[in-house]
């Protein structure tokens, strides 16, 4: 079937730390990849997307390469900031049942600290 | 142009109530999704619903779940006689068309059952 697996938490940083968190994926077929993010008490944000093999997406300084080789989509950052604590979820969309499926990993929490 | 509202944020219900959680998509999408955060794991898909239809429910619990999306009002996710263990953070994403990249979430609510 089809699952996304995600480093586990918490990631704990200094600021200005690079930052890594990493993300793979089984799937039937050929999926998007998606990176969201949850700050404390909001729902899910859109970070960034790919939606081929060999994309790479970016936002705010986040970067995801879509390695369809290593069936992996590693989040990065190169200086992340203590507004960058929230929790980041991977996921993959796929076109099953006439429709497109999010199926999302399990989040990692990042903190960052001063 | 808002964006998907959820209410009520929080609600706390008694073992045995019943747990009545509202959705509205963003202006102009018709599809609606519905997902499960229990503590500490990802977003686990529960139903997808388009305007008075029920497209796919193969993640709802068979018993005391229950959704809907009217022609007219928000969606509504019913849960009847709640249980400890439906306590969770229950999310409602939107997208305008059923071939969409990206679902919109809102900000959830997050029950509690005593």
């Known amino acids: 079937g089809n699952s996304v697996t995600q480093m586990e938490g918490p990631v704990t940083l200094s600021e200005e730390a690079f930052l890594t968190i990493n993300c793979t994926y089984t799937a039937t077929g050929y999926p998007s990849l998606f990176w969201y993010v949850q700050y404390p008490g909001e729902g899910l944000q859109l970070l960034l997307k790919a939606t081929k093999a060999d994309d790479k997406g970016s936002n705010k300084g986040f970067e995801a390469t879509y390695r369809k080789e290593t069936t992996s989509f590693h989040l990065e950052k190169g200086s992340v900031q203590v507004s960058d604590s929230a929790v980041y979820f991977c996921a993959l969309l796929m076109f099953s049942g006439g429709y497109n499926k999010l199926i999302f990993g399990a989040g990692t929490r990042l903190a960052v600290h001063p | 142009n808002a964006g998907v509202m959820q209410n009520p944020r929080h609600l706390v219900r008694r073992r045995g109530q019943e747990a009545r959680l509202r959705c509205s998509p963003m202006?102009?999408?018709?599809?609606v999704y519905w997902y499960r955060q229990l503590p500490e794991e990802g977003l686990k898909f529960m139903v997808y619903l388009q305007k008075e239809n029920i497209i796919d429910e193969s993640g709802m619990p068979k018993e005391r779940f229950s959704a809907e999306f009217p022609k007219e009002g928000p969606s509504i996710l019913r849960i009847q006689q709640v249980v400890r263990g439906d306590s969770a953070a229950y999310f409602c994403a939107s997208s305008p068309k059923i071939d969409s990249y990206e679902q919109y979430f809102g900000p959830g609510t997050r029950l509690t059952v005593t």
């Open positions: 202006k102009g999408h018709s599809h």
